[in-house]
């Protein structure tokens, strides 16, 4: 679980921060919007290649926990920081 929330977060953070960087402090929500959704899905599909070695799960099931898992995480977001 470590690898699955720290590895995306430490790579999308970085490349944030260049681009604030880059233009001068100026945070533009696409931008913010495409960096987080790519983090989501990069988190949802380490977290499937995870269960599927460790539990041994088909692809499917391991998937299926996988985006439950991340749309759970995505709703409290939403619901405890607006």
Known sequence: ????????????ESLDAVFIVLNGGN???????VTRSLYVRWSTVLLARGLNVIH????????VISIFYSAFCVLVNIIFIR
Do not use: D, K, Y
Not at 1 to 12: A, D, E
């Open 1 to 12: 679980m470590g690898i699955v929330v720290f590895t995306p977060f430490v790579l999308i």
């Open 56 to 63: 041994r799960l088909s692809w499917f099931r391991s998937a």
């Open 27 to 33: 945070w533009p929500l696409v931008f913010n919007t």
